[in-house]
């Protein structure tokens, strides 16, 4: 029987299904309140505040019906009532999909001379920041009709996409692998992970092959999809008259195309600690050459632990206490009002998320197996969610929503305020060494591995902007490049590992996941200034927590202390990655 206290509170969003029927029946009223608007931006000041609020207000109503009901149906899955109230939401959205189609080229369409009028104009204090940024998107916005007409055809755009997912997740076999303890088990997407973290070689193997064969036999279906929504990206920038569609991509944050590319060639500079750590990898397991099924196996198997839930709580707890006693008077709340859903169960979505709206609690989906792992998963979510709170307690609805820039930042300092706890109260050589390659697998997958995808993403985008469609074989042979440049000398790969790119469904997402590696980045630079007790440091913190979206990314950052515009945080998260590698070798003895 599982505890109610181990289960989210959804009640306080909405006591009753009655309850959310009413609110979603008022979602329909007030975007035709919204409309109502149209054709009347340019008559005042007070007439464009009004209607930005309106937007607001349907808008914010929108995201608390839809948070309940995804919220819901992911407690159980299999449940039809729940799955139909959220497709009812998904149906209403799209019926409404045009509903501020209007809205954007009517502001751009306001003389100048008024506009900087109405910019100066009290009313509009409030919104000043958001109609500048909307401003600065003026060259690359089209008419109301084009714009119309591009938002009807975001679903028929998007089949590249979906035919990857469904490809991927639904209509792939990847047969059966036989185990360690010798019985053949089906190889899932997530089985997988569980299989490259065996001991045994052979087992690490066998699915590696089994897996990427499988992709290897599709390679040039995957190859077209990939070609599609790479191609929709480019088309989508020349449209919006955009220079590239990494600029395209990038200016939604105000984030220049020099973060981007500096990241991958400060990356570059750094690999020699990279190649360093899979040479002691290499040592460790006894290995001739390492291969990319040997990268996930923990270096010391034995000094896994297990922690049930309060434990897990008590560690976070303690390993947050440099973020002060506010910080953790408030992190209680996750507990005392019942924020997490805790256990796993039938039915329930798996993996871990943070999730809410302005108008609810920042709650948290667990599915907690008392792994170390999953400590430090609690430790990243909530993260995620203390990050919304804060926001949310400090910005008006308009301004509280962070951008993906920094959404990383605040879930990964935890993990590293976590690790440092973890390590400075332990006495154990082998447990230490464990939390040493478990942090240097962490730097290694989101720093380095993040950003060899970057590059890749890049390199697609680039060779279509070309005029080069993506073949299998051509990306199969960039892909297999890239690989050996990043792992080095140390690694002798399966040639299968060219087609790794057909299972990233990043790589649909448009330059996404260069944030995953300016995130750690930052996170490890904020969590070393925290954890040295620096008064000011912590306020900088605080600072960021509160931002929400009242500024650009890249000042939000520098206001916390950590400037992204520059090298230097990425070079100060490999030297650290090079520091923690020479530690996990002394603890090793070698």
Same mark, same amino acid.
């Given at each position: 029987?599982?505890?109610? #206290?181990?289960?989210?509170?959804?009640?306080?969003?909405?006591?009753?299904?009655?309850?959310?029927?009413?609110?979603?029946?008022?979602?329909?009223?007030?975007?035709?309140?919204?409309? !109502?608007?149209?054709?009347?931006?340019?008559?005042?000041?007070?007439?464009?505040?009004?209607?930005?609020?309106?937007?607001?207000?349907?808008?914010?109503?929108?995201? #608390?019906?839809?948070?309940?009901?995804?919220?819901?149906? %992911?407690?159980?899955?299999?449940?039809?009532?729940?799955?139909?109230?959220?497709?009812?939401?998904?149906?209403?959205?799209?019926?409404?999909?045009?509903?501020?189609?209007?809205?954007?080229?009517?502001?751009?369409?306001?003389?100048?001379? @008024?506009?900087? !009028?109405?910019? %100066?104009?009290?009313?509009?204090?409030?919104?000043?920041?958001?109609?500048?940024?909307?401003?600065?998107?003026?060259?690359?916005?089209?008419?109301? *009709?084009?714009?119309?007409?591009?938002? $009807?055809?975001?679903?028929?755009?998007?089949? *590249?996409?979906?035919?990857?997912?469904?490809?991927?997740?639904?209509?792939?076999?990847?047969?059966?692998?036989?185990?360690?303890?010798?019985?053949? @088990?089906?190889?899932?997407?997530?089985?997988?992970?569980?299989?490259?973290?065996?001991?045994?070689?052979?087992?690490?193997?066998?699915?590696?092959?089994?897996?990427?064969?499988?992709?290897?036999?599709?390679?040039?279906?995957?190859?077209?999809?990939?070609?599609?929504?790479?191609?929709?990206?480019?088309?989508?920038?020349?449209?919006?008259?955009?220079?590239?569609?990494?600029?395209?991509?990038?200016? *939604?944050?105000?984030?220049?195309?020099?973060?981007?590319?500096?990241?991958?060639?400060?990356?570059?500079?750094?690999?020699?600690?990279?190649? =360093?750590?899979?040479?002691?990898?290499?040592?460790?397991?006894?290995? =001739?050459?390492?291969?990319?099924?040997?990268?996930?196996?923990?270096?010391?198997?034995?000094?896994?632990?297990?922690?049930?839930?309060?434990? !897990?709580? #008590?560690?976070?707890?303690?390993?947050?206490?440099?973020?002060?006693?506010?910080?953790?008077? #408030?992190?209680?709340?996750?507990?005392?009002?019942?924020?997490?859903?805790?256990?796993?169960?039938?039915?329930?979505?798996?993996?871990?998320?943070?999730?809410?709206?302005?108008?609810? /609690?920042?709650?948290?989906?667990?599915? /907690?197996?008392?792994?170390?792992?999953?400590?430090? @998963?609690?430790?990243?979510?909530?993260?995620?969610?203390?990050?919304?709170?804060?926001?949310?307690?400090?910005?008006?609805?308009?301004?509280?929503?962070?951008?993906?820039?920094?959404?990383?930042?605040?879930? $990964?300092?935890?993990?590293?305020?976590?690790?440092?706890?973890?390590?400075?109260?332990?006495? =154990?050589?082998?447990?230490?060494?464990?939390?040493?390659?478990?942090?240097? %697998?962490?730097?290694?997958?989101?720093?380095?591995?993040?950003?060899?995808?970057?590059?890749?993403?890049?390199?697609?985008?680039?060779?279509?902007?070309?005029?080069?469609?993506?073949?299998?074989?051509?990306?199969?042979?960039?892909?297999?490049?890239?690989?050996?440049?990043? /792992?080095?000398?140390?690694?002798?790969?399966?040639?299968?590992?060219?087609?790794?790119?057909?299972?990233?469904?990043?790589? /649909?997402?448009?330059?996404?996941?260069?944030?995953?590696?300016?995130?750690?980045?930052?996170?490890?630079?904020?969590?070393?200034?925290?954890?040295?007790?620096?008064?000011?440091?912590?306020?900088?913190?605080?600072?960021?927590?509160?931002?929400?979206?009242?500024?650009?990314?890249? %000042?939000?950052?520098?206001?916390?202390?950590?400037?992204?515009?520059?090298?230097? *945080?990425?070079?100060?998260?490999?030297?650290?990655?090079?520091?923690?590698?020479?530690?996990?070798?002394?603890?090793?003895?070698?």
């Amino acid at each position: 029987m599982i505890s109610e #206290k181990q289960t989210w509170d959804l009640e306080v969003l909405y006591p009753s299904p009655e309850a959310w029927e009413k609110d979603f029946n008022r979602i329909r009223p007030l975007a035709e309140a919204f409309l !109502a608007f149209r054709g009347r931006l340019a008559e005042s000041p007070a007439v464009l505040r009004d209607a930005i609020a309106a937007l607001d207000d349907f808008e914010r109503l929108g995201e #608390k019906v839809y948070t309940f009901a995804h919220l819901r149906s %992911d407690e159980n899955t299999a449940d039809n009532t729940n799955r139909a109230r959220v497709d009812r939401v998904e149906a209403l959205f799209a019926s409404l999909s045009d509903t501020s189609a209007w809205f954007e080229p009517e502001v751009m369409a306001i003389p100048e001379e @008024t506009m900087n !009028a109405f910019l %100066d104009a009290p009313e509009l204090a409030l919104y000043r920041r958001s109609l500048v940024e909307l401003l600065r998107e003026k060259p690359h916005t089209l008419s109301e *009709p084009e714009e119309r007409l591009l938002g $009807t055809l975001g679903d028929v755009l998007g089949y *590249p996409d979906k035919t990857f997912e469904i490809l991927n997740d639904a209509d792939l076999d990847f047969g059966r692998v036989r185990g360690e303890d010798g019985r053949m @088990t089906a190889l899932t997407h997530g089985s997988y992970r569980r299989f490259l973290e065996s001991a045994d070689r052979d087992v690490r193997r066998r699915a590696f092959r089994k897996m990427f064969g499988t992709y290897h036999k599709f390679r040039n279906t995957f190859a077209t999809t990939l070609d599609g929504a790479v191609k929709r990206h480019v088309v989508s920038a020349r449209i919006r008259h955009y220079p590239s569609a990494l600029a395209r991509a990038l200016a *939604p944050d105000n984030v220049p195309e020099s973060v981007y590319r500096g990241l991958i060639s400060t990356v570059h500079n750094g690999l020699d600690g990279f190649y =360093d750590y899979m040479k002691l990898r290499r040592e460790v397991m006894n290995l =001739d050459n390492l291969d990319m099924f040997d990268m996930y196996n923990p270096l010391l198997p034995a000094c896994r632990r297990e922690y049930d839930f309060a434990e !897990a709580v #008590k560690l976070v707890r303690e390993a947050l206490a440099p973020l002060g006693g506010e910080y953790a008077e #408030k992190l209680s709340l996750a507990f005392s009002q019942r924020w997490i859903d805790v256990p796993e169960r039938r039915g329930k979505r798996s993996g871990a998320y943070s999730s809410g709206c302005y108008d609810s /609690y920042p709650y948290l989906l667990l599915n /907690y197996n008392r792994t170390l792992n999953d400590v430090f @998963t609690l430790a990243h979510e909530l993260g995620h969610s203390m990050h919304s709170f804060y926001s949310n307690a400090t910005q008006p609805y308009h301004y509280a929503g962070y951008s993906i820039f920094v959404a990383e930042v605040a879930s $990964t300092t935890n993990e590293m305020l976590l690790f440092r706890y973890l390590l400075d109260r332990s006495s =154990d050589r082998e447990f230490r060494a464990f939390l040493l390659g478990h942090l240097a %697998d962490e730097i290694r997958g989101t720093i380095f591995r993040q950003t060899m995808f970057a590059e890749f993403e890049l390199l697609a985008h680039e060779l279509v902007e070309q005029g080069i469609p993506l073949s299998a074989d051509l990306l199969n042979e960039k892909y297999a490049e890239l690989n050996a440049l990043y /792992y080095g000398p140390e690694v002798d790969a399966d040639p299968l590992i060219a087609v790794e790119w057909a299972r990233i469904p990043h790589f /649909y997402y448009n330059f996404y996941v260069y944030k995953y590696a300016t995130g750690m980045s930052a996170a490890i630079q904020l969590a070393e200034r925290l954890a040295s007790g620096d008064p000011a440091g912590r306020e900088a913190y605080f600072g960021f927590l509160k931002a929400g979206d009242s500024k650009d990314v890249l %000042d939000i950052m520098k206001d916390a202390g950590v400037d992204l515009s520059t090298p230097a *945080p990425v070079e100060a998260a490999l030297s650290y990655f090079r520091s923690t590698v020479g530690q996990l070798r002394r603890e090793l003895g070698r």
